[in-house]
């Protein structure tokens, strides 16, 4: 499902309406109906019910006064706010202001402070506040009456429905200068909103419900966007049949390089991960002292005991050992667990200089790449899977500027570095070398625990040496990841959930996809 900025969704609006003749009034009057159907739904039984329509000057209060218009049709009683002058509304909400106006049907201007306060009591008595005030018009920091009747409306018991988008949220980052409406439902028309999707926005949002207000498919097929919401649907394409005539080979070998002394758990987990999500022949090759223990904690994987420095950590030496099994295996993922030091930074910056097997490099092996220039370089494909503090290190800049755009910063490295990113967060990014954007809304605060990027490197690496292209295989590791999570949750709390559950519930998240046909 392709996400959209506030202006992309203009340009559509624009091109519908210039371009192919539908008006901006059928598509007001359509996104109104839409609105106003949910909100029937919504309240159930209809008697003596009261429903407060704020609107703003632009085409979102527009949609405000066509919904104003169909609730009273239904005979809801319905009182229709307008935060301004009615003289300053745009040309198509004028327009429904005007048949309002010849219906008979009120609509109070709000012009001054003491207006705004007094409304507290008609939200508190309500039984549903509608918010029309701001949509994908909104720019900068709220301003006028706005903060003080959205601050009203937060803090009146009554529930919010919020056209298109809640007011305050910005369309394109998510981003909530000062404050926002809290919706308990969100009616967003023809495409979510970027800013829907993202932190803080998401928030805001409640449930998100797309609704189709007429706009032709093929006026949305014709735009380039590029970013695009992860669904069960695109897992489901994505995720390879496998043959009933395979056998072990038939799924790729899998040379993992992690733990150290402390972190034998990191290297079993993203182990674990790996063939639980269909890999063939997984070794994992880790510091020789340690081969006894992970001997111990893993079964089908096979171990390979590596040089060390110094107990329990590689040795640069090691690279030899690990370049000649990599002759004999299809990918080599590299990380987790490993311990950041000069050695091992030997080793990663010498496997991705000279080694032409796809990577995919977590956790230790991300802090300690030396030259980023390397990777641009490499024959094949490079996944690198960074939480915002690893990627801050990586391009030197703070992890703020990344938590505030974090599109465009996983956007420009992939690109300038010829790598499919997974910018690890509340939304996972994965951005590939070509500059398509895929968010994920899997997940949930239980994956904010030390070892869940290690099975994330582990499903990834697995589904890599399936022979599945290098994007897919994000995709489908990331979204299977945060599914097994959120099923893990249900049962277990997002307290209770450890990273070894993910992998326990990853059977039942690919029941999960497998079943939305
Ligand atoms: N295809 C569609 O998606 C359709 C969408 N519709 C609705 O139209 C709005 C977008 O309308 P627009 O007139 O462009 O802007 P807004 O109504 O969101 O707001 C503009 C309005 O608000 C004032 N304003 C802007 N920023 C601020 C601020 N920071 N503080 C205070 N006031 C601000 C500005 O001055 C204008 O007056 C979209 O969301 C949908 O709801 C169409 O109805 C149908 C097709
Ligand atoms: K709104």
Redesign the pocket.
């Known amino acids: 499902m392709k996400l959209v900025t ?1 202006a992309e ?2 340009e ?2 624009r091109y ?1 309406i210039e371009e192919i003749g539908i008006s ?1 009034l059928v ?2 009057e ?3 109906k839409e609105v106003a159907q949910a909100i029937i739904e919504f309240l159930g039984d209809l008697k003596d019910k009261q429903v407060i329509i704020l609107a ?8 405000g006064f066509v919904i104003s218009r169909l609730l009273i049709e239904h005979g809801i009683g319905v009182k229709t706010i307008l935060l ?1 002058k009615k003289e ?1 509304t ?1 040309e ?2 004028k327009v429904n202001l005007e048949i309002l106006d010849k219906l008979g049907i009120e609509v109070q201007e709000i012009i001054s402070k003491e207006e705004t306060l007094a409304l507290k009591g008609t939200l508190d008595k309500a039984d549903l506040i509608v918010d ?13 009456l ?1 903060p003080k009747l959205i601050t009203l409306v937060n803090n009146s018991p009554t529930s919010v429905i919020a ?3 809640p007011s305050g949220v910005e ?1 394109d980052t998510g981003r909530v ?1 000062d404050i926002a409406i809290e919706a308990q439902e969100t009616i967003t ?2 495409l979510p909103k970027i800013g829907t999707i993202l932190y803080p926005g998401a928030d805001f949002v409640g449930d998100l419900k797309v609704v189709d ?1 007429g ?1 032709p498919q093929m006026v949305i097929d014709k735009q380039d966007f590029k970013i695009d919401l992860i669904t069960s649907e695109l897992v489901n394409k994505l995720l390879p049949i496998r043959a009933a005539d395979s056998h072990k080979g038939s799924y790729g070998k899998l040379l993992l390089v992690a733990g150290s002394t402390g972190m034998t758990g990191a290297a079993t987990l993203a182990t674990q991960a790996s063939l639980r999500i269909g890999a063939g022949l997984v070794t994992l090759g880790t510091p020789r002292s340690l081969n006894p223990i992970l001997e111990n904690k893993l079964t089908e994987a096979m171990t390979y005991p590596l040089g060390e420095s110094k107990e329990g950590v590689l040795s640069r030496e090691s690279v030899i050992e690990i370049k000649r099994l990599l002759n004999d295996r299809d990918v080599l993922a590299i990380g987790p667990g490993l311990t950041a030091n000069d050695e091992i930074s030997y080793i990663l910056n010498h496997l991705l200089e000279k080694t032409d097997k796809p990577m995919v490099v977590d956790a230790d092996g991300l802090n300690v790449i030396s030259d980023l220039n390397i990777l641009k370089g490499r024959g094949a494909p490079t996944i690198l899977t960074p939480h915002p503090g690893e990627l801050s290190r990586l391009i030197n800049k703070s992890i703020e500027i990344i938590r505030d755009n974090p599109i465009e910063v996983a956007k420009n490295f992939a690109r300038d570095y010829n790598v499919t990113l997974v910018l690890k967060g509340a939304r996972t990014i994965i951005a590939t070398p070509q500059g398509q954007i895929y968010i994920n809304h899997t997940g949930n605060s239980g994956l904010a625990t030390g070892g869940s990027g290690d099975v994330l490197t582990g499903l990834i690496s697995g589904l890599l040496v399936q022979g599945i292209d290098e994007v897919s295989a994000t995709i489908i590791g990331v979204y299977l990841h945060g599914l097994a999570a959120d099923l893990a949750a249900e049962d277990l709390t997002e307290y209770s959930l450890l990273p070894s559950d993910i992998i326990d519930y990853l059977p039942q998240s690919l029941k999960a996809v497998r079943s939305d046909k």
């Open positions: 506030g969704m203009k559509v609006d519908s901006g598509l007001m359509n996104a109104g703003g000057k632009g085409n979102n209060g527009g949609d301004g300053d745009s198509d909400a029309a005030l701001l949509g994908t018009g909104i720019k900068g920091e709220l301003r006028g706005y056209v298109d988008i369309a200068a028309f023809a207000i706009i």
